[in-house]
């Protein structure tokens, strides 16, 4: 079973993203983090790096925002790195499973899964070409 976690927007400035959307919705901002090694090998695209912000909705909804950097030449519109591109997060209980799942039915992971102090996740293509990410909460 999968429920949406998040969905996610490549920005190119994440302080002007983050002050955007706080302003024009309301967001309010849930944490900031940056990553090196671990989003180039979620991604599967050597040396990317990033600084993501994640802002919750009044609804609830969280949006997260990701600003790339060291995108190396030929990955400028590798999705989710292309700025006004992004991904759906879908939340799973056991990520080895889902994944499993989605493969069966043609999905492709970009690179390999990743472990962070929240959880696991893995960002996957699917046979019409989009993007989403398999999350795993840690318990």
Same mark, same amino acid.
């Given at each position: 079973? %999968?429920?949406?976690?998040?969905a996610?927007?490549?920005v190119?400035?994440?302080?002007?993203?983050?002050? !955007?959307?706080?302003?024009? !919705?309301? %967001?309010?901002?849930?944490?900031?983090?940056?990553?090196?090694?671990?989003?180039?090998?979620?991604? =599967?695209?050597?040396?990317?790096?990033?600084?993501?912000?994640?802002?919750?909705?009044?609804?609830? =909804?969280?949006?997260?925002?990701?600003? !790339?950097?060291?995108?190396?030449?030929?990955?400028?519109?590798?999705?989710?790195?292309?700025? =006004?591109?992004?991904?759906?997060?879908f939340?799973?209980?056991?990520?080895?499973?889902?994944?499993?799942?989605?493969?069966?039915? =043609?999905?492709?992971?970009?690179?390999?899964?990743? #472990?962070?102090? #929240?959880?696991?996740?893995?960002?996957?293509?699917?046979?019409?070409? %989009?993007?989403?990410?398999?999350?795993?909460?840690?318990?």
């Open positions: 079973m %999968s429920a949406t976690d998040h996610s927007l490549a190119s400035d994440l302080d002007a993203g983050v002050r !955007f959307y706080a302003a024009a !919705f309301g %967001s309010d901002e849930l944490f900031r983090d940056a990553h090196a090694e671990a989003i180039a090998t979620l991604t =599967g695209v050597p040396g990317l790096r990033c600084s993501l912000a994640q802002l919750r909705h009044p609804d609830g =909804g969280v949006l997260e925002l990701v600003a !790339f950097a060291g995108v190396p030449e030929g990955h400028e519109d590798a999705a989710p790195v292309r700025v =006004g591109h992004g991904h759906v997060a939340r799973v209980a056991d990520l080895d499973a889902a994944l499993a799942r989605v493969r069966a039915e =043609g999905a492709a992971p970009l690179g390999e899964t990743v #472990t962070f102090a #929240t959880g696991r996740a893995v960002y996957v293509r699917e046979p019409a070409g %989009s993007v989403f990410e398999l999350y795993e909460p840690a318990a």
